[in-house]
């Protein structure tokens, strides 16, 4: 009576949970209650099983030891069926192998291997053997991932600060939906790249809510310059209404409305956009406001003269998610600028929102125009 034996042996250790991603390494044990590992790579593929084998027959045992490696990325995690993979080195008396099994995405995985050996070994016999096996995903589940905000909307820019006047900006915000949404405001300073430390409030609004804050940025413990964020967990971001104005007390405000800009809707690489100058910069001055996307931004920056000439070029880099709102005389120095120029802003490189911003010197009427893109 032929006594056939087939044992799975690890050749390796087993390295810590930590260092493994959740397609790493799955192990367990075989019916003979040897240890199996199987190694998947990122796309979810068994990639190698390497072991470690005795087959007895007959009168003689076959030992070999091998990796096994399957062709075109081996079977996905998650499909059933007989796979056969190739072996190498080939054993001494050839070889047939195949796995049937399933490996989820929950971890744990099931199945079967069978080997065959083919022709006549050194020692002039032949066998088989077979073994079933379960895996888990070696320290245990996944954990689960935190979930992560993502920007949905830039407001340009948003301010309370006392100057020439003070400004404040007002904002609205509106649930359409049935159902309850949330996100948070995040708060970018002038001058600084944003930092995951950066000031924020978070807003939940239950279906067909609205809610006000007068002036945010007090409404969220601050004051000053800068830029806002509207981040989310995958809801939509609210229906917003923003107003930047300057505030009078009782002889009244000035103002103007600003959207929401879409990260996707920002001037790109190979984009160019451009900011008209007021008609008399003796009556009105002008900022130019740049906020830099999370890749930074580089660019060139020319300014023209109402008849077209070209009066000079400026190159400009800012690091990630960088707000600033300079004078243009500060943005071009060296430059003459003049009513009715405009300023053409050549992306090379990231993204980047871009704005003009005009104040009326005698009443303080401000207003912005977006730089639009060239065509």
Known sequence: MRIVRFLVLALFAIPAFAQQSWEGVWSGTTAQGKTIIINVNSNNRIAVLTFGAIVSGGSCTVTFETTVTYSSGGPTIGGTGSFTATISPTPPNGQGFSITGNLTTAGTGSGSATFTSIGSPPIGCSGSGSTTWNVNRQG????????????????????????????????????????????????????????????????TLQGGQTIEYTDLLPAMGLSGLGSLDIMTLGDPVPIMVARVFSDAGEAGTAGFTIDPVAPSAALQSGDSGVVIVPPDLIKARLNIGLRSLDAGATMLITLRSKAGTQKGTQSKSMTANFFEQPSVASLLPGLTVEGSDTITFTINSGRAIIYGATTENKTNDPSLQYAKKTF
Request: no cysteine.
């Open 140 to 203: 245990g589940a996944p954990p689960v991932p935190t979930p992560q905000f993502s920007t949905v909307a830039i407001l340009a820019v948003v301010g309370s600060v006392q100057g020439a006047a003070f400004f404040r900006t007002g904002v609205q915000i509106h649930n359409p939906r049935a159902t309850p949404i949330s996100g948070k405001f995040v708060y970018h300073a002038q001058g600084a790249s944003g930092a995951a430390s950066d000031p924020s409030l978070a807003y």
